[in-house]
């Protein structure tokens, strides 16, 4: 339908998940996007699977502002611009309780968890606001309906998308009327989602079967969605068209809102 047309996006996190299916959709809709990836084998297949005239790839850490630079001279370089800077790496804490979680862990996981889905969107914007102040362009941040509801993860993870939120508000406050800063709110998908290594949790994976059976089970649609079922809302917040009269709003997409807390309770109990 190309409501994208033309635009140029910078994305974090784009080498699985919810990340990579973005990276096609919004090729779909004739973006042409320059993608920020943590892990070098994720990078790499994203390279051998994609058009260099379309996606460009780069190593690097969203929590890092240097990287953030990287990536946003990489599109304004390659492409002449910048439309939206998609801000989509995050991490979960598995619904770590804080009985569960010693001092330290508590303290060590706070700081990983923070610097990810927090630090590193504001990071991302500082990086991006010139160029998308230059073209009247958007940003998007990927939360969760956990940034809503409690009971889809632990304190941790809770906070740091309740932190999300008031970002969304603020930099939507301060930027406007040159960008608009928004976010969406997905539920459970079958995706890469990682832990923080500060938690032992840096080698699991949300998505897997019996996770989808359980999401699928308790969800009022009955369906675990895939990744690429939640990328519309990205490419109506990021369109000059549609999106227009869109600021400080989290677009909330869940599957069965509310539901997700007792999904995860039956699976990690």
């Not at 390279?47 to 990287?70: C, F, H, K, L, M």
């Amino acid at each position: 339908m190309n409501w994208l047309s033309e635009q140029i996006i910078a994305l974090t996190g784009g080498g699985s998940g919810l990340g990579r299916a973005l990276v096609d959709t919004l090729q779909e809709e004739g973006a042409r996007v320059a993608v920020l990836e943590y892990s070098p084998e994720k990078a790499a297949a994203l390279r051998a699977e994609t058009d260099p005239d379309r996606v460009q790839v780069i190593e690097g850490d969203a929590g890092s502002y240097a990287d953030n630079e990287a990536l946003v001279a990489t599109a304004v370089g390659t492409w002449g611009k910048l439309d939206s800077f998609i801000a989509n790496a995050g991490l979960w804490d598995f619904n770590r309780g804080v009985a569960q979680l010693s001092a330290q862990e508590l303290s060590d996981g706070f700081d990983a968890m923070f610097r990810l889905n927090v630090k590193a969107p504001l990071l991302g914007v500082k990086a991006a606001l010139e160029p998308l102040r230059a073209s009247g362009g958007s940003v998007i941040l990927t939360l969760s309906n956990s940034a809503l509801y409690p009971g889809g993860g632990g304190p941790l993870y809770i906070a740091s998308k309740h932190a999300g939120v008031g970002l969304v508000k603020q930099l939507a406050y301060e930027l406007a009327p040159d960008i608009r800063v928004n976010a969406v709110a997905p539920a459970g998908m079958n995706t890469d989602l990682r832990g923080p290594a500060e938690l032992g949790l840096a080698d699991n994976a949300v998505g897997n079967d019996d996770f989808a059976a359980a999401v699928a089970r308790k969800s009022a649609l009955q369906r675990c969605p895939e990744p690429d079922d939640y990328t519309g809302a990205y490419v109506l917040l990021a369109s000059r068209r549609f999106g227009k009269t869109t600021s400080g709003s989290v677009l909330d997409i869940a599957n069965g809102k509310g539901l997700v807390g007792r999904v995860l309770d039956d699976l990690l109990a």
